[in-house]
């Protein structure tokens, strides 16, 4: 393992922060991450312990998904947010070199499981609405459990792919990070060794993992929403299509965020349009993912009333 003098390991790196136009305003961003991210902390929290406690809920395909989504959300948000929020609070933005690997490990860790999770949700949505006789068979206890083991697994083996090629790095001239995390693509850009198979890697193997799950979760909707417009009744079409229009708006957000970070050679990274898009997939999506995928839900609210006590209104 490389490194010139040992400076990656003495020096660290600064953390740009997120820099705004309004320079004015910066002091407004501290209160609204906060708030982002308790909202997002309580929120998968709540869904979590929810479906968790709840036999009839755990037992569903769709809600065991959820319960690992809302894991991997907090997982996601938690690896970026609460070092942003303290580098913003104590004025400090140095973060040290071994700190900024594990925060990178963890960041693509979770953010890989959460894509082939959206992936796997959406294959479930596909089975029950255009196989609802196979769907027992085909979603059955033990091949959800298997989905949801290779979705960690997988999402952990890249992360440790690209944090042992980055460890075998060397950063001997800038320290300065422009972003409020240590990402991929801002590191890359600051090494001062070869760096041609790292991005012949983002370019291969993350294009192909990245657009996997993208292709699968769009493909599913797509047919999804073919079969419901053959249902005959207008308020079925309408339930089905709000549902699937909330689904697709946060797939969207996250994969569309995602490929425009990713999927591109580092030499044409934008800081700070970087910075900007990453809100959308690192604050935003972990945030809305448990009032989309599950607060709207009647069963949820159900096990809501159940848990706190809360009769129906008549």
């Known amino acids: 393992m490389a490194h010139d003098g040992n400076t990656s390991y003495s020096s660290g790196f600064i953390l740009q922060g997120f820099v705004t136009s ?31 406690h709840d036999v009839c809920l755990y037992a569903s395909p769709m809600y065991f998904f959820l319960s690992h989504l809302s894991l991997a959300d907090m997982g996601f948000s938690s690896s ?7 580098n913003r609070l104590t004025h400090s933005r140095w973060i040290s070199y071994t700190g900024c690997l594990s925060q990178m490990f963890f960041f693509l860790g979770f953010g890989n499981t959460e894509s082939f999770l959206l992936a796997c949700m959406a294959y479930d949505r596909y089975v029950a609405i255009c196989s609802p006789l196979r769907y027992t068979v085909m979603m059955n206890p033990k091949f959800c459990l298997l989905l949801a083991v290779g979705c960690w697994l997988l999402g952990f083996l890249r992360s440790l792919l690209y944090t042992l090629m980055m460890s075998c790095l060397s950063f001997c001239a800038s320290r300065e990070i422009p972003h409020f995390f240590c990402d991929l693509h801002p590191l890359i850009k600051l090494s001062c060794s070869d760096t041609s198979m790292i991005q012949m890697t983002t370019l291969t193997e993350g294009t192909v993992t990245m657009l996997g799950p993208f292709t699968v979760t769009l493909l599913s909707y797509i047919i999804i929403v073919s079969k419901v417009l053959q249902i005959p009744s207008a308020a079925g079409k309408h339930k089905a299509f709000s549902t699937c229009s909330a689904h697709l708006t946060t797939v969207v957000l996250f994969f569309g965020s995602v490929i425009a970070v990713y999927i591109r050679p580092s030499s044409t990274y934008s800081g700070d349009k970087g910075r900007v898009i990453s809100v959308a997939y690192t604050v935003v999506t972990p945030m809305l993912n448990p009032f989309i995928y599950s607060l709207r839900n009647s069963e949820i609210q159900q096990s809501l009333r159940k848990r706190f006590g809360i009769k129906p209104g008549k």
């Not at 970026?80 to 303290?86: A, D």
């Open 80 to 86: 970026t947010v609460p070092k942003m929020l303290q």
């Open 22 to 52: 309004w320079p004015e305003h910066e002091h407004l961003l501290l209160p609204l991450f906060f708030f982002m991210y308790l909202l997002t902390l309580l929120g998968n929290m709540l869904i979590l312990l929810l479906i968790r």
